[in-house]
């Protein structure tokens, strides 16, 4: 099987069989004309571009240059999704000069393309072959627009920066453990009470990205008016799942990744686990439910049912985090604050 070859996308004949492309045949006038899908491999210094049906592919610099010469590439043709995987944020100002250039942009799971990858049989893997799968991906599945809200990518930009801090913090009070230097120890509790301030002054400047938009800061209200959420859960959901309003609860705990999976296969049973989903939501989700489980009457009692009836302390927990998150979804849906009495 050629790695690099064009394959022709779910919104061709199925049954055509592979033939020189129209697109070549016509002339440049046929091949603009044609809907097409844009599949783009990000790396630091540069994107890999793969269009299909024309099977094109190119290099451009991840700057604003070659933005602007990707951007001119495809202007004038319909584009009907442009695809691209997560890169450590190298991506996003490129999503926003795509977005800024009125094209449609799909930022697809890297594990599930890989998956997508090696069931079409494609072993090989670098950054020309990525694209090309990723082109493929978003023409053949569903997948979903990428929403332009700044004030969430400012947020989340923040939050990505409290969760780093909090890990260093982690990582600094193991250390400390450890030290018997008088100074070593000095100068660790100086990097440690500084982390300290600028989580401090993070979670600061988060409340006041809120409050600045009348709808951020209703929402965020219903949110912690719930008995064990905190700021910290709320500013997460609304900055990292902006789907939360749109989706029902079964879809949230599945973007989150708290839904359980079957594993049965005949006459096994096997047991249900939770996979995927956005992992730093969903550690943000696991530590809220720990203490809503303690301190919410309606989700203490829930958790104890659960254990009462012979389920381990952390499927207690996985399944109050689900609860938690289905009574979130309806307080903003219904626009009502935590009501013990109407939750239970």
């Known amino acids: ?27 440049s006038e046929r091949m603009e004309a044609l809907e097409c899908v844009v599949g783009i491999d990000v790396s630091k210094a540069r994107l890999d571009v ?4 024309s099977g094109e592919a190119f290099q451009v610099g991840n700057d604003e240059a070659g933005w602007a010469k990707l951007i001119g590439r495809l202007k004038g043709r319909k ?14 100002r490129l999503i926003k000069a795509l977005r800024k250039a009125g094209l449609p942009v799909r930022r697809v799971n890297p594990y599930r393309v890989r998956h997508y990858a090696l069931a079409l049989g494609r072993l090989a893997k670098n950054d020309r072959i990525d694209a090309h799968v990723i082109a493929r991906f978003v023409a053949d599945l569903p997948t979903r627009e990428v929403r332009h809200d700044p004030l969430a990518e400012q ?4 939050i990505t920066a409290r969760r780093q801090l909090t890990e260093d913090k ?3 009070g193991n250390q400390l453990e450890q030290i018997r230097d008088p100074a070593l120890r000095r100068m660790a509790n100086k990097r440690l009470r500084l982390i300290e301030a600028e989580l401090l002054m993070i979670g600061k400047r988060l409340a006041q990205v809120v409050a600045s938009n009348k709808d951020l800061a209703a929402k965020d209200r219903l949110i ?30 599945a973007l989150v990744g708290l839904a359980p999976y079957d594993d049965d296969s005949g006459h096994r049973a096997g047991s249900r686990s939770i996979w995927g989903g956005r992992a730093e939501v969903r550690n943000v989700v696991y530590m809220a439910a720990l203490t809503a489980a303690r301190c919410n009457p309606v989700l203490k009692a829930f958790r104890e049912r659960l254990i009462a009836d012979g389920k381990k302390p952390k499927v207690a927990i996985i399944a109050v985090a689900r609860r938690m998150l289905g009574i979130i979804l309806a307080m903003l849906k219904s626009g009502k604050e935590w009501d013990p009495n109407y939750a239970a």
């Open 1 to 27: 099987m050629d790695e690099l070859g064009p394959r022709p996308p779910s919104f061709l004949n199925p049954n055509s069989c592979w033939g020189q492309d129209p697109a070549r045949k016509d002339g």
């Open 50 to 53: 793969a269009v299909l049906p």
């Open 79 to 92: 584009v009907k999704a442009i695809g691209l995987e997560p890169s450590g944020g190298y991506e996003r």
């Open 155 to 158: 947020m989340a930009e923040l």
């Open 170 to 172: 982690v990582s600094l």
């Open 224 to 253: 912690q008016s719930f008995k064990g959420a905190g700021p910290v859960l709320s500013h997460t959901l609304l900055a990292l799942v902006p789907e939360i309003e749109d989706a029902d609860r079964r879809e949230i705990a």
